[in-house]
């Protein structure tokens, strides 16, 4: 009979030769992708697809598969050439990346960028061939984005005014994510190739790499904000969400998890961070907010109509669609999630469970019309390897590539199948943790009651999100 040593020697090679295989698919489908929309081959949305298989290969072989140690470089190394593919490929999901490079220039001319819509005339100036006719709602829109990102808009653009340079930053900003996230991967005892999990992710790679959504950022430093807290730095982790804040402010959502851990320093170190980065810009005034109002009446924020579950609750169970009422119901939840906090939890890795699901709820609360949106949730899925928050990604990845993929009766529908689907992983995660708990205690000596509840949870590819 062989020995172990000899099954690995064996096994590993042929795992890190399927990865391998699979890697070059990938990287072919990314090729596929990035002319679709021109030439119409077999459809992006079949890319897509194709890539959720792919990628849900690689993470079997990586979870159940042999490893060594050439199979976290092959990980990698595929994750890279697929981004390098979105990183020099013409931009085609989203035209964002033009204000990012728009908005970089016009501080480096020394223009405050929320004071001039980029179709002024002070900035005639600045306009060329390449990145201002490609900005959207220029002709009545400031910029939406916060101060953090605008520091990030013109630190890039001192390199290079270009989209290319403008998505290798957010590429960048992945790499800070991948080091933090192998960091937690061996603080919990995991194997490092499981950052896979991550760096093949295909929403990754076409919102961040390919489009270069500025929440890439917010991805490395949620990470980092992770990474601080299981290792015990609560104030640090907490100063990162609020980096994270200053470049899209919806991750200060994050603050409310920490619970009984939330002090009077921590609020003012939060608040200092963000006092600081607006104070950089506050030449305009109020107009430092730019286009945000502007952006909740055009998006529907203020009117109701984005919001899924106001329109499924009206539909189907006929209650009144007040928007407001709406807004103050899940302002309530997320309350009450940080009210059980405080009481219950007090462990680093469960407030980062609990972070996770505070991301899950108000994302699904605010029912995104863009997949770019889910990104801030994957830090945490796959530093818990919770199951149905990497489904719920991979849904916003192929949903958002189809024809459902358009605001009204559509959009309606993909959001009913996407958070079925999701709502179903949940309930089977759920029943699996009761049954596996349920075994467990079975084969316990029933003489010895105390034991039980000692007893270890078994591993499980759910992860410990709820733990």
């Given at each position: ?25 990938y990287i072919q489908y990314c090729r596929d992708g990035v002319v679709e929309y021109k030439h119409y081959i077999h459809g992006y949305s079949r890319d897509v697809l194709m890539q959720i298989g792919l990628y849900s290969m690689g993470v079997l072989l990586v979870l159940f598969g042999r490893t060594n140690r050439w199979t976290l ?144 950022a917010v991805v490395g430093f949620l990470s980092v904000a992770a990474l601080a807290l299981i290792r015990g730095k609560i104030l640090r982790s907490a100063c990162w969400i609020s980096v994270a804040a200053m470049v899209k402010m919806f991750p200060l959502v994050l603050l409310l998890a920490f619970g009984r851990r939330i002090t ?204």
């Open positions: 009979m062989r020995s172990p040593s000899c099954l690995n020697r064996h096994f590993a090679p042929a795992a890190n030769i399927a990865l391998l295989l699979l890697g070059l698919v470089q092959i990980i990698l190394g595929v994750a890279l050439a697929a981004r390098l593919v979105g990183v020099f490929a013409p931009e085609f999901l989203s035209s964002d990346m033009y204000r990012y490079v728009w908005d970089g220039k016009v501080q480096g001319a020394g223009v405050n960028p929320y004071r001039y819509i980029p179709t002024d005339e002070h900035l005639q100036f600045l306009r060329d061939g390449q990145i201002y006719p490609n900005i959207n709602r220029k002709e009545y829109a400031h910029t939406i984005y916060p101060p953090g990102a605008q520091l990030i808009f013109l630190g890039v653009t001192r390199i290079s005014e270009t989209e290319a340079c403008m998505k290798a930053a957010m590429v960048g900003f992945e790499v800070l994510a991948c080091w933090a996230l192998l960091q937690i991967l061996q603080f919990f005892g995991r194997p490092r190739e499981e950052i896979l999990l991550y760096a093949w992710h295909p929403l990754c790679v076409w919102e961040i790499a390919s489009s270069g959504h500025i929440d890439g009077a320093r921590m609020l003012l170190m939060c608040g200092a961070i963000i006092a600081l980065g607006y104070a950089l810009y506050a030449s305009v005034g109020a107009g430092v907010l730019g286009f945000l109002i502007g952006f909740t009446h055009e998006e529907g924020l203020d009117t109701g109509d984005r919001y899924f579950f106001l329109a499924w609750a009206h539909r189907y169970m006929h209650v009144p669609f007040w928007p407001a009422l709406y807004i103050a119901v899940s302002a309530l939840l997320l309350g009450g999630i940080a009210f059980w906090a405080m009481v219950r939890l007090h462990e680093p890795k469960q407030i980062l469970g609990l972070q996770l699901a505070i991301g899950i709820v108000a994302t699904m609360l605010f029912s995104p019309h863009y997949p770019w949106y889910f990104l801030w949730i994957l830090p945490f899925a796959v530093a818990l390897r919770y199951l149905p928050a990497l489904v719920l990604t991979l849904e916003a990845t192929y949903w958002f590539s189809t024809e459902l993929a358009l605001p009204g009766e559509k959009m309606f529908r993909m959001n009913e199948y996407m958070y079925s689907i999701f709502l179903a992983t949940v309930i089977t995660d759920l029943l699996v943790r009761w049954w596996r708990n349920a075994h467990s205690v079975s084969f316990s000596e029933p003489s010895d009651r105390s034991r039980i509840g000692r007893l270890p949870s078994p591993p499980s590819f759910a992860g410990e999100a709820c733990e």
